[in-house]
């Protein structure tokens, strides 16, 4: 019974955009953010997980979906909380992505049994994304596209690869095949208080968890994020490309005022299926062996002056799969602001 119920939060967001203006509460702004990730930055390789592209929006808190909310299981706001003022505050939130997955070797256009598949990813997202005051962040998120050539990810490369006169990938012919994704993602992050130190700087904790379950992605994951800065609250960090650690598009606006903050975490995946390792769910593909256990760790910086705030992450990617030519290394670059 329980994925039924998750199925409906997803599909309550297509709803919420058109609601009128007199449902809504009082922070009245669109938040959007533009993502790129890609091996190039601070990695210098054409390789594995190569490239993402990411656009999302949210919308601002909506009175009868907090409501609702508020009556589920995993977004219930918790007593111990209501005497901060924070509050419950539900948002819906519609993204459209795309990942690109290659072997290490691009150059060559036979299939190389040992490497991992070439393949793309192309998506739409229809979420709900929840906070308590400045103290919980919860998200859910279905998505629902394309695996295969109908992702285009291989016109996309060609035609970045071809601009910037950089090797031409020539194994497109073996990519896994087209297949229809549908993937569900939870995540929950609790802050563990603001910490100050001196001139104004703080630090904070926020450990996570988050699941998934799909064609595409099936995994549970646990870790953490250290952040030391100025401008902490209402931030749990800038967005991701999954799979990731979690953050969020949402931050509060600051009238022509400068916050910052550095921050580093960590995150430990159980990988029960990957798709662009394991191969089509229903017909035979290039595949490899995979690895249960994955670990992401990150060290970014974000950067908000009045309604913008710029963030660039630097991620370490243990091996994914058995026979990897060593560890990944891969930048993303997250540029969100207030509509």
């Not at 601009?163 to 569900?184: A, I, S, T, Y």
């Not at 089509?280 to 593909?285: A, E, L």
Request: with cysteine; net charge negative; glycine share 10%.
């Amino acid at each position: 019974m329980i994925l039924p119920r998750w199925l409906t939060c997803p599909a309550a967001a297509l709803l919420l955009l058109g609601l009128p203006a007199s449902l809504r509460a009082a922070d009245p702004d669109l938040v959007c953010s533009v993502q790129f990730e890609n091996d190039f930055f601070g990695g210098g390789t054409d390789r594995h997980f190569t490239h993402g592209t990411k656009l999302s929006c949210l919308t601002s808190p909506i009175a009868w979906i907090t409501e609702a909310a508020d009556k589920l299981p995993w977004f219930s706001y918790e007593d111990a909380d209501r005497e901060d003022g924070g509050g419950l505050a539900a948002r819906a939130s519609v993204s459209v992505g795309q990942n690109i997955y290659t072997p290490e070797d691009i150059e060559t256009s036979s299939l190389i049994a040992e490497d991992r598949p070439y393949a793309g990813w192309l998506y739409l997202g229809f979420g709900l994304v929840a906070n308590q005051g400045a103290n919980r962040y919860d998200n859910i998120e279905l998505n629902i596209g394309l695996v295969g050539p109908l992702s285009f990810a291989e016109e996309v490369q060609d035609g970045w690869h071809s601009l910037f006169d950089l090797p031409e990938p020539r194994g497109w012919d073996n990519q896994l095949g087209n297949e229809l994704g549908v993937n569900l993602y939870y995540e929950q992050a609790h802050r563990l208080g603001i910490k100050h130190l001196n001139r104004g700087i703080d630090y904070d904790v926020i450990p996570h968890f988050g699941c998934s379950l799909g064609n595409v992605f099936t995994s549970f994951s646990l870790g953490a994020t250290l952040r030391l800065g100025i401008g902490l609250e209402d931030d749990f960090g800038p967005p991701r490309i999954r799979p990731s650690l979690p953050g969020s598009i949402y931050f509060r606006e600051a009238k022509d005022t400068w916050k910052w903050y550095v921050f580093t975490g960590f995150e430990g995946r159980a990988v029960f299926h990957n798709i662009f390792l394991d191969g089509n769910t229903f017909t035979d593909s290039p595949k490899v062996v995979k690895e249960f256990l994955v670990g992401d760790f990150q060290i970014g910086i974000a950067l908000q002056f009045d309604r913008y705030r710029l963030s660039y992450i630097q991620i370490f990617r243990s091996d994914e799969y058995e026979g990897q030519s060593g560890a990944d290394r891969f930048g993303s670059l997250n540029f969100s602001f207030h509509f």
